[in-house]
Nanobody, 122 residues
Framework: QVQLVESGGGLVQAGGSRRLSCAAS????????MGWFRQAPGKEREFVAA????????SYADSVKGRFTISRDNAKNTVYLQMNSLKPEATAVYYC???????????????WGQGTQVTVSA
């Protein structure tokens, strides 16, 4: 198991940018595929982005493609989500998660962080 702690959430105006971080501890971070999910009030949790263990392969939800970028720094045991051109509908709690095998949005994510709130004002 790997322990995950998200940070970087907050209030941002529509059109603005925000970078989320997820710090990992425990078993070897670099062996895990990583992903970001979000859950808006009253809605189900949805996939946002995923990245393979070396960072060479990524996948994105259509709703964020071209505006969000997932990346990782295995030396720092951290995965990032750079969010640009934010829209009010991006308001949600954002979670990072770890998977043993990368399969894009179909990855089986077994470890989850506690989440960080992102609020986008109109």
């Amino acid at each position: 198991q790997v322990q995950l702690v998200e940070s970087g959430g907050g209030l941002v105006q529509a059109g603005g940018s925000r970078r989320l971080s997820c710090a990992a501890s425990g078993r070897t971070f670099s062996s895990y595929a990583m992903g970001w999910f979000r859950q808006a009030p009253g809605k189900e949790r949805e996939f946002v982005a995923a990245i393979s263990w070396r960072g060479g392969t990524t996948s994105y939800a259509d709703s964020v493609k071209g505006r969000f970028t997932i990346s990782r720094d295995n030396a720092k045991n951290t995965v990032y989500l750079q969010m640009n051109s934010l829209k009010p509908e991006a308001t949600a709690v954002y979670y990072c998660a770890a998977a043993a095998i990368y399969r894009g949005y179909d990855s089986t994510f077994g470890s989850w962080g506690q989440g960080t709130q992102v609020t986008v004002s109109a």
